[in-house]
């Protein structure tokens, strides 16, 4: 039979994550937006109470939590700040090809680390050229000894800069397409690595995107994850895992524009009478609820799919690019039932818009989910 309760450990840590939400992340959400800032304080306090790099397993020093569990922490996350989310779940990212491709001695010696303090992975796939052709990368890394020498440009990098360590995706050949690629460990301090803040950026402002530039960057050869060619599989392996939290973290946007239309619709007054007696409005958020519930139960399931080994790739395109599309119109929605105001910053909704429309491009874009999607039913 089925049983979509949780456990109690999961209910506490919901509420965890609930809790850290509305203490540590509500109350500056809009601040960082502004400054366009990464609050270090958010990423030191996820760390004390235990809501940073949740993936990281027993035996290098971490909790070890499932996918299930990254979704239900990455649900309340965002319900404060999808880009703070980014921030948080961007490491799980970065974490996730170590886990994939690399032994459980790399596992301790890469990942051990990052539970010891508040720190931060990347994951450093996309160029400025191919976007989500993995196969047709440009970076390129040439074996000189026992030493890896990486060159070449990344874009659109999450934590790109601060991250202690980002797993890079280069190729050996440039015309020998994804069996030439390979998945390398580097540190943040590697000579030659430097990066370049992305400014200006529509939403998910307050998490840090960047370039980051490899001019003869060496790193040894026991940084390598898995074997030559491995790379692609590395990085597609990872993408269908990772998918899971933007589903989630797109419901808990949605979860925070329903709350917040809810409430305005309450208070605001026409012709003598709350908006929320029109039906308009109740048809408004009605279809808010019946996404969020709907793609909540999608997310879940492909979290279930990945905690029990089975496959899920399908599952986790279908859930990333329903769940990204739900909440991008559940936040126009949100903005339409508060008029003029939801066009201003005094409400949190015009942020929700901006926000999540991210989740329909990053990880993917939901174009690339389809295909994935389309490809499962082909085949």
């Not at 965890?16 to 304080?41: C, G, V």
């Not at 980014?86 to 990052?114: C, D």
Request: hydrophobic share 40%; charged share 25%.
């Amino acid at each position: 039979m089925l049983d979509f309760s949780l456990t109690d450990e999961q209910r506490q840590l919901q509420q965890l994550a609930r809790d850290f939400t509305r203490k540590e992340i509500i109350p500056i959400a809009s601040e960082y937006d502004q400054r366009e800032e990464l609050p270090w304080q958010v990423v030191e306090k996820a760390h004390e109470v235990g809501l940073l790099n949740v993936g990281v397993p027993e035996h290098a020093g971490g909790l070890g939590l499932g996918m299930f569990e990254e979704a239900l922490i990455g649900e309340e996350i965002a319900y404060g700040c999808m880009g703070i989310f980014t921030v948080l779940m961007a490491s799980e990212l970065g974490i996730t090809p170590i886990l994939v491709g690399g032994t459980e001695e790399q596992q301790k010696r890469f990942l051990g680390p990052l539970v010891e303090r508040p720190a931060l992975a990347a994951f450093g796939l996309s160029e400025p050229g191919n976007g989500s052709d993995a196969a047709a990368m440009q970076t390129t890394a040439v074996l000189d000894g026992d030493e890896w020498v990486i060159n070449g440009t990344k874009m659109w990098i999450s934590n790109g800069g601060i991250a202690d360590i980002t797993v890079v995706f280069a190729t050996t050949d440039r015309s020998g397409g994804y069996k030439a690629t390979v998945a390398l460990v580097v540190p943040k301090d590697a000579p030659g690595l430097s990066y370049n803040k992305i400014k200006h950026k529509m939403g998910q402002r307050a998490s840090l995107t960047s370039e980051l530039v490899f001019e003869n960057v060496r790193v040894p050869r026991d940084h390598q994850l898995g074997g030559l060619g491995d790379g692609f599989r590395i990085a597609m392996k990872t993408l269908d895992k990772t998918r899971v939290p933007v589903a989630a973290g797109s419901v808990g946007v949605a979860r925070r524009a329903l709350d917040e239309s809810v409430k305005y619709a309450k208070e605001r007054e026409t012709f003598g009478k709350p908006i929320t007696t029109y039906q308009a409005i109740q048809f408004k958020l009605a279809e808010m609820l019946m996404g969020i519930e709907t793609g909540r139960l999608m997310t879940w399931k492909a979290a279930w799919l990945v905690d029990t080994g089975k496959p899920h790739g399908t599952e986790a395109a279908i859930a990333k690019a329903y769940c990204s599309e739900m909440a991008f119109d559940a936040a126009n929605e949100a903005i339409q039932i508060h008029g003029g105001y939801g066009y201003v910053g005094e409400y949190p909704v015009e942020k929700l818009l901006r926000d999540v429309k991210l989740n329909q491009i990053y990880e993917g874009t939901n174009e690339i989910q389809r295909l994935v999607i389309a490809r499962s039913i082909l085949k």
